[in-house]
């Protein structure tokens, strides 16, 4: 079993800056794709950022420029950092991971729990 913490979630005015960050842990051989999804109330969850172990990291059009998202030597960890943030970005934001339990084995996608960003003055 697979399990995503995130942390660093929390209430900010506008402006500010925030650091998420998601620690996968469990039973795997390789985990070749990891990212932040945020989700609003009667929406559909969207993609914020991923990085992967074959292209460099991809963001969308919103958050380009003021969110970075990184990943630790051993791949297991990935961390948002957020600046700049807007109202529009208050959100519950989810940690994604798609992970291979055995090496060139089929990949599983995985969720954390969510992490709450509120983004007002």
């Known amino acids: 079993q697979v399990q995503l913490v995130e942390s660093g979630g929390g209430l900010v005015q506008p402006g500010g800056s925030l650091r998420l960050s998601c620690t996968a842990s469990g039973g795997f051989a390789t985990i070749p794709v990891m990212g932040w999804y945020r989700q609003t109330p009667g929406k559909e969850r969207e993609l914020v950022a991923r990085?992967?172990?074959?292209?460099?990291?991809v963001y969308v059009d919103s958050v380009k420029d003021r969110f970075t998202i990184s990943r630790d030597s051993a791949k297991t960890t990935i961390d948002l950092q957020m600046n700049n943030l807007k109202p529009e970005d208050t959100a519950v934001y989810y940690c994604c991971a798609d992970v291979q339990r055995e090496r060139n084995g089929p990949t599983y996608q995985y969720w954390g729990p969510g992490t709450q960003v509120t983004v007002s003055s």
């Open positions: 990085i992967s172990s074959w292209t460099g990291p």
